[in-house]
């Protein structure tokens, strides 16, 4: 039978779920490695309940590990498993009628990841700036700088999108 503290853990985690697996969507776009991030954020949350659950911001603290844990698996890539020669076929989830949608997730795919890590939490999950910088473990500026840099490299894969589309419904 559960602890109390056990019980604290699987109530919390169990309310927070969602929230947690839009993040690690929003940032990966992929809800297969959406749920690998959960899943790992969730085991070290629960590695570190009881020093966890004492803080005074605990989504705060949850938030960051899934943040954290995405730019590191950017950043180490090549540790990557791999189970078949070539990796299989994407099959892209169609919203109907929600194209612009798609435009954007693909758009926000293609920006770096610690600059798209700022896009999602500022824009997505409305976080101040320095709610961002708390997470991301840097200062202001940086949260201001990568914002900049990252919306500069939306508006350029936004345009980019536009002008193929024109291009296509010209050549038809």
């Known amino acids: ?17 969602p929230m947690l697996h839009r993040l690690a969507y929003s940032l990966c776009g992929n809800s297969d490695q959406a749920d690998d991030l959960v899943q790992e954020a969730a085991t070290r949350l ?26 590191d698996s950017r950043r180490k890539g090549w540790w990557r498993i791999r189970l078949f020669a ?7 989830t169609e919203d109907r009628g929600v194209e612009e949608r798609t435009v954007l997730r693909d758009a926000l795919e293609r920006v ?3 600059q798209r890590a700022v896009l999602v939490l500022r824009f997505l999950h409305d976080l101040s700036v320095e709610e961002v910088a708390r997470v991301l473990g840097c200062s202001a500026g940086t949260v201001k700088s990568q914002t900049s840099h990252g ?3 939306m508006r350029r894969l936004l345009d980019g999108a536009e002008l193929m589309e024109t291009t296509k419904g010209a050549v038809r």
């Open 151 to 153: 919306l500069a490299a």
């Open 86 to 92: 070539a990796p299989p076929d994407v099959r892209r």
């Open 46 to 71: 629960f590695q570190r309940w009881s020093q966890a659950s004492r803080a005074d911001q605990i989504d705060a603290y949850v938030r960051t590990v899934v943040v954290r844990l995405f730019l």
């Open 112 to 114: 770096p990841p610690r």
């Open 1 to 17: 039978m559960p602890d109390a503290s056990e019980q604290e853990y699987v109530e919390y985690l169990s309310a927070r779920l």
